[in-house]
């Protein structure tokens, strides 16, 4: 099955292509069997790939460098352009090293968010972003493994807009998503861009993703 069947036609949503680490990767995180150290490995693992796609178009600036043998000129992220990483609370921490791997010069904030399990509404209850002093030349990374009913994505990039980033500067990185949660993204915010390795099918009656991997956060952490 191609992990990404259900696939949108939004042109800012990128479900991984066929990649045959990440398929691996995804083969493990879905398995229930998987202990919760393998889990995070894991998700470090296909972290790694989904970083690697989300910051190919970061912008870049021309700088002179001197090799051992001559002067040339090569392409490097502008250093005008302050990145941040923004994992949301829990399972967002399990994508952090990876996404600091690639983007040792970021910054990270924290957002704190938990699902009502009523409502399956986003609750916030961790919030320090700074204002910054340009926000246009800020690039945000929402990191969360799940993108569910878009509930706590779309929460994350209010907080982000009220600090005044321009939503087209926002980013999420998933591993799982919905359709019901990408439609509710793109809705509320059509120009923030999503990297996710597999577009599952739909939501159960309780918000959880089918066929998913189960309650991240959770798997993450053993609890
Ligand atoms: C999970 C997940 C997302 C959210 C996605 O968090 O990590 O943040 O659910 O669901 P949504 O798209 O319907 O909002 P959870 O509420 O389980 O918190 P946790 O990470 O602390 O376990
Ligand atoms: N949050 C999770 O951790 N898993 C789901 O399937 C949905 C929301």
Known sequence: MSECSTATTQPLVQCLSHHAVAADCLSVLRNRTTPPMIFRQT????????????TRNLPTAPQSVATP???TTCDAINPATEIWLVPILRAGLALTEAAIALLPQARVFHLGMYRN?????????????????????????????????GGSAVSAVEQLLLKGIPQENVQMVSVLAAPE???????????????????????????????????AGDRVFGT
């Open 43 to 54: 998700v470090h693992r296909l972290g790694l790939i989904l970083m690697a796609e989300a």
């Open 69 to 71: 043998l001559e002067t």
């Open 117 to 149: 399990e009523e409502t399956l509404e986003a609750v916030s209850y961790y919030n320090k972003l700074p204002k910054p002093a340009q926000p246009q030349h800020v690039r945000v990374i929402i990191l969360d493994p799940m993108l569910a009913t």
């Open 181 to 215: 949660g990408i439609n509710t993204l793109q809705t509320a915010y059509p120009q923030v861009s999503l990297v996710t390795a597999a577009i599952d099918r739909q939501l159960n009656e309780v918000g959880y993703i089918i066929p998913g991997l189960g309650d």
